[in-house]
Structure formats: C-alpha cells, structure tokens
C-alpha cells in the first residue's frame, strides 16, 4: 500500500514539475483577462448586467428604460463601459493614458442625450462622490505615449526604477520590444518614425506620434545612447491622454439591480473614464448629426476642455465645484484652458493631422495620485489654482 502511495505521488510530482518548466520555457501560457473583459459587452437583459461595472442603455426604439428594466428586451441595449488598458496600474507618475487596439475601441458605447449611464453593486453605492476623469482622443497610433521632449526637439522614453518602461509603453502593443530588449538601458530616443522625424509638429499633447495611417507598419529608429536599432511597430492602438477631471454627486435608484448615474449638463462632447472603471463616448447635443458614429470621427472636437485657467495658471472656472470667476475684473480676455485641446482628425487619406493641440501640459491631482507631466516644469498640486512653479 504504502509503494502505491509512494509512485502515486511522485508522478504528480513530476506532473507539476513539467507543467511549471512548461509554463516558464512558454510552452504554455494562459490568457490575462483585463478589467471587464469577462463580462459581456452587451446585452437585452439587466439581470446579465456585470457586479461592479458601468453601462450605457441605449434603445433607438424606446426613450423610456423602465420596461426594458422590467424584462429582455428586443436587443442589446445594455452596453458595457471597457476599461482598455491603462497605465496608473504601476507606480509611475506619468500622465494617465488608456490603450485600446484597432479591434478593441469598438466596444467603446456612445451615450446620446436620452440615454443613461447605469452602474451596478451588490454593495456599494457611491454617496460620497462620483470621479470622473476626462480624456483627449489622439487617434491612432504605436503603443507608446508621453514622450518627453528636450531642447533640441528630440523625444524620448525613460525606465527610471529598472522595471521597464511603464507608463510609456503599451505592453500589450509591439512596442513593448522595447521592454523585450532594452530593459536594463534607462532612456530610449524615438528618432524617425517610417523615414520621417519624430519633432514637435508630429507630435500630440500626449506625446504621442500623429500622422500615421491606421493599422499600417512602421519602421521606427530607436536609439540607445548614440546606437540605433529599427524595429517594425504598427500604428494600431487608439490613445487617450489625460485631461481634466471632475466629482459628481447626482444619482437614481431605479427600483432594479442598478442605479442611473446623472450626466451633468455641462459636459461636453468626449470621452470619459467613470470613476476608474470604464470609458464611453459622450455625444453631447447639437453634435448627434455630426458624429459619423465610427471609433474615430475627425469631425468632432473631442477635446475641447471644461475648466478654464488665467494666464498665471489660476482656475477660474470649474462648473463641477461652483467656480465661476470669469467675468471678474482682470480676468477679462486672459482666459485660458486646463489643456488646450483641438481635434485631432485625420485627412481623406486617413492620415491622422494635428490642428493645433497646444495642451497637456499640466496636470491636476486626480483622486488620491498625483499627476505630472513629463516637461522640465514641476507643479504645485492640492491648490485650487494649480499654481506653475518655475
């Protein structure tokens, strides 16, 4: 008996032996699943509705959600808000940026006046405030995101701590090659991307690279000290850089397993992170008619801001907290934005173009992390005014 016992366990020994070589060698791997991916995107049915995620309802033949609460519905009216893949999941300060691929983006829902943003807990309901984050659209692009430029015009990517280049690098892209092979080298310069340089005028607020055609390889010049190696990278990730960001209270319970969270009236046209957990796409109105209602449309400005500065860096309009100061002598004319957006589009070619984005720049602190940018200039957070330290 005791022999039986004894081959018995060394052959499930050797079993998980050769299954951990396996696994560490590659010859197995599993699939990570990122946040919401195992739920469902869409569904009739709120009783399929995921525990702890964010949908919009949607119903082109109905404005009243009340009997598609009660029942199925004819078709998919509950889509998922899709978490991408973000880059505050490591311990950088970089700026907040969201990844999704040519195949993934769409799956970002669209909310239209008259639909609702649904959120559902078994136990949890967010009395103490709603966070919302705000995103520019840089289009489509390689997997790689706030590039810092010097002096010279040059742009680069730095791996501060030895762990890879986070915060920068999508590394579910081929740009994470650069993780692959450089990971004990500390910065990496993006020099010429498909022949042509990588300068300020390529380059959107977000530090990401404009002008490419979508899904088309690309073969970029990375330098190592004063070495360069070409790697192929395709220019198919859709980016989403940080840009204001905002708390709201107003909800309805709905007599069903999920809440209506209130979209305020002062939001405008873009996309939104709803308190860390998913993205969707606001059409606010007046712009119905012109959203082509593909993942990218360059005929909407997505990125216009909300709150507005002065010229020292002084809020000055906030609707979120109440803030108005606009009209207060010395103000007049010296308004500026948080970030200064303008759209990112593409031309007849499907060439993505920059018409004149000139924001990023500065950062405000969302919840409880800190968020800088990556220029010489520092930043004094925790201030209402956001005050530009030099």
Known sequence: MKKKHLIFSLIVLGIVAFIIV?????????????????????TGSVDELADGCYYIWHNENSNDIKKDLEGIAASDVFK????????????????????????????????????KLLYVSSTKVPYQGI????????????????????????????????DGFDGYVYRRSDVNQLNENFSSVGTLFLDKIGGSPVREESMSDGGTVLNLDKDKDYICEWYTGTI?????????????GALESFTTYDYDFLHSNCIEIKIPEWFKTGYYYVAGTGMFRY?????????????????????????????????????????????EEGTSGEVQTENIQSQSGSNEDGNIVNEGDVGVEEYEEFGTEIIYDDTENTYEPGTEGETIIQ
């Open 22 to 42: 396996m696994i560490s060698t590659g010859g197995i791997s599993f699939d990570t699943f990122g946040q919401n991916e195992q739920t469902k995107k869409q």
């Open 80 to 115: 998922l808000c899709p978490s991408g893949s973000v880059n505050w999941d490591s311990d950088s300060f970089i700026a907040h940026t969201v990844w999704f691929s040519s195949s993934e983006d769409v799956d970002i829902p669209t909310l239209y006046p008259g639909d």
């Open 131 to 162: 966070e919302w984050e705000r995103f520019s659209d840089y289009g489509y692009t390689i997997g790689v995101a706030n590039m810092i430029g010097d002096t010279s015009g040059h742009y680069r990517i730095e791996n501060a701590n030895g």
């Open 228 to 240: 360069y190696q070409d790697f192929k990278m395709k220019a198919n990730i859709h980016t989403f």
């Open 283 to 327: 059409v606010a109105s007046g712009n119905e008619t012109l959203y082509n209602g593909s993942p990218y449309d360059k005929n909407i400005n997505w990125n216009d801001p909300i709150k507005l500065y002065d010229d020292f860096g002084n809020l000055i309009y906030d609707p979120s907290t109440g803030i108005d100061k606009r009209d």
